[in-house]
């Protein structure tokens, strides 16, 4: 039903068999609200739903089997039986109608399988982010389309409570009054969660959830939203392939990782990856020479804690080709260039907004980098959120490289590399005096040429790809063949690409800076 001043800007459906529809609307202050529709129950088959809720509760065989589905397709069908044969038991036949037998279901493995009043939001792939402030707060949650919005559901304290509780079991913690902040992984989601109790969260429990894509973006899919074009994303494969220190910095939430992670997966399989993380989010699911470590901090003094540091000294034992560290803050920081400098390939993001900014803060405490280790890193990716036609989309405005480091006066210069130009649309790159690809055109022993032709062949691939909408499989596949047979694979792109090209727009006024 429309309502007089509400815009819908978006409307789609979620969860399982798309019970549950979403909607983003305007309204007339011009606010972004998300809306979460639930199927619907009358007062009958409400009390229903609280029958069945309590009956299972009260049956302890019957809620370990309820509880023991992994997911709502594996548990409808059983479930499913289960409320028709309390139903005829309780009315001698079954006497709701399969839309509603299916709602109370779906409020079942809601309530027992997923997370309760906040199921819907871990549900909906377009959500980064949930967190509730408090008691009778609205919840908040992060689309990737409309950043920040208020939504419909606002949870009572026994609601809270009970997410809270739910919460810190799916993350193997225990909260109390003795331990009021906790912080762990959902499982089997792997979301990570930070929860606070009432005791020190004066508006009531609170919690934040970070959500991960069951699937990473691809460079495919960062092609088609236009954070990078195939240009940009040939030169950022070119150069990790080769063993090179890449640092992505932008502000929280940019895309940083994002990027990271879709150029990891174009690494080829055969070299090994280690990557360090507090928290698990860098998946490379086609790469099977990869060693995935975490931290674990400990207050008890019987049990070793293992830091960043402590986990990117371990991977440099373990001969990597490529050490990715998910982000740098402190102490860490100066072992992972330290690998970097001694020839191993370095991929890290950095929370910065500048490129004057990122090599200020790498070279003061608590990092304490020296200039000369910072400059052994070739590339400096910048990643920003930007608002256009309403939407948020993240793109890269701006590579710069190390073009030279002055021992003398400690100062290190940096050069545009690319650089995005709005009013064109286009991305803008210098290839006549680029000292990364001059680097690298020593490191394997061929002409400057040479790089740059490679550059061009993997600019065309990616083209094909992102026309062909490659998928994450059939990318691997792609990257992996014109590794193994440029020259082969490059005609064959070329054939299906039918004339198109992508011509690379090259950067005449190059900037430079001496930080």
């Not at 913690?173 to 005791?199: C, K, M, N």
């Not at 804690?305 to 490529?322: F, G, H, K, N, Y």
């Not at 064959?492 to 001496?514: D, H």
Request: with cysteine; aromatic share 10%.
């Amino acid at each position: 039903m429309a309502v007089e001043g509400i815009r819908v800007l978006e409307r789609y459906s979620v969860g399982f068999n798309n019970l549950v529809s979403v909607s983003i609307l305007e309204d007339f202050h011009g606010k972004h609200i998300y809306v979460v529709d639930e199927p619907k129950l009358d007062e009958d088959s409400s009390k229903f739903l609280e029958y069945v809720y309590n009956f299972i509760l009260g049956d302890v065989n019957l809620l370990r089997r309820v509880t023991s589905f992994s997911s709502f397709d594996e548990g409808f069908e059983p479930v499913r039986s289960i409320v028709v044969d309390i139903c005829r038991k309780l009315y001698r036949r079954c006497k709701f109608s399969d839309d509603i037998l299916t709602a109370v279901v779906y409020y079942i493995l809601r309530d027992f399988v997923g997370y309760g009043e906040i199921d819907p939001f871990l549900r909906d792939p377009n959500i980064e982010d949930i967190t509730c402030d408090g008691v009778g707060i609205p919840i908040y949650v992060f689309h990737s389309s409309y950043e920040w919005l208020e939504t419909n559901k606002i949870l009572s304290h026994l609601q809270l409570e009970k997410v809270v509780r739910r919460l810190a079991y799916r993350a193997g913690r225990e909260v109390s009054v003795a331990q009021p902040i906790v912080e762990g992984i959902l499982r089997p989601e792997g979301y990570r969660v930070h929860i606070a109790l009432d005791t020190v969260s004066l508006r009531g429990h609170s919690f934040t959830i970070r959500r991960f894509r069951e699937f990473p973006y691809t460079i495919v899919d960062l092609i088609t939203r236009g954070m990078i074009d195939p240009g940009i994303a040939a030169l950022l494969w070119l150069v990790a392939e080769n063993r090179q220190g890449i640092i992505f910095y932008g502000p929280t939430g940019s895309g940083k990782t994002t990027l990271l992670n879709a150029i990891a997966m174009l690494i080829p399989p055969e070299l090994k990856i280690v990557t360090v993380e507090d928290t698990p989010e860098i998946r490379l699911p086609l790469h099977d020479n990869w060693v995935s470590t975490v931290t674990r901090l400990s207050n008890d003094p019987h049990i070793q804690s293992i830091t960043l540091q402590t986990q990117v000294e371990s991977a440099m034992r373990q001969r990597p080709d490529i050490l990715i560290l998910g982000e740098i803050r402190s102490r860490e920081a100066y072992s992972f260039f330290q690998a970097v400098s001694t020839g191993h390939g370095g991929l890290t993001t950095v929370h910065a907004e500048s490129v004057e900014s990122l090599i200020k803060r790498l070279v003061a405490p608590p990092m304490s980098v020296p200039k000369a280790l910072v400059s052994t890193s070739k590339l400096f990716v910048q990643v920003r959120r930007i608002v256009e036609q309403g939407k948020v989309i993240r793109r890269v405005p701006y590579i710069h490289e190390v073009d030279d480091y002055d021992p003398i006066s400690d100062r290190i210069i940096v050069k545009t590399l690319a650089i995005f130009n709005g009013e064109r649309g286009r991305w803008f790159i210098d290839l006549k005096s680029s000292k990364t690809l001059r680097d690298i055109a020593e490191n394997i022993l061929v002409s400057y040429s040479d790089v740059i032709e490679d550059l061009y062949r993997r600019a065309q691939i990616l083209l094909y790809a992102y026309k062909s909408n490659l998928d994450l499989v059939s990318l691997h596949i792609l990257a992996r063949r014109y590794r193994r047979n440029p020259e082969e694979t490059y005609r064959e792109v070329l054939k299906s690409l039918g004339g198109m090209a992508y011509e690379f727009e090259i950067l005449e006024k190059v900037e430079r800076k001496t930080i």
